[in-house]
């Protein structure tokens, strides 16, 4: 799943920034992120780790967590 965005995001851009598969976007109508590209993100978290708002965070299918 990709990144879940939550309403304490304040569109300081840094997850976008940060991205390094250009998943995320900034919403022009709203100045908040939002995930542009689903099926293309990496989970690789850099995003959520990031993010001063604590605004993002992963919600792991079961089958890509190791045990």
């Known amino acids: 799943m ?3 965005i939550h ?3 304040t569109g300081c851009g840094t997850c ?3 991205c390094p598969g250009d998943v995320l976007r ?3 109508d709203n100045g908040v992120a939002k995930v542009e590209y ?3 993100c990496w989970h690789c978290g850099a ?3 990031e ?3 604590d ?3 992963y919600y792991f299918p079961l089958k890509m967590v190791s045990v």
Do not use: F, G, K, V
């Open 51 to 53: 993010c001063p708002s």
């Open 7 to 9: 309403d304490t995001c």
């Open 16 to 18: 976008y920034d940060i």
């Open 2 to 4: 990709p990144p879940i």
């Open 55 to 57: 605004a993002i965070t």
């Open 38 to 40: 689903p099926d293309e």
């Open 26 to 28: 900034l919403d022009e």
């Open 47 to 49: 995003c959520r780790l």
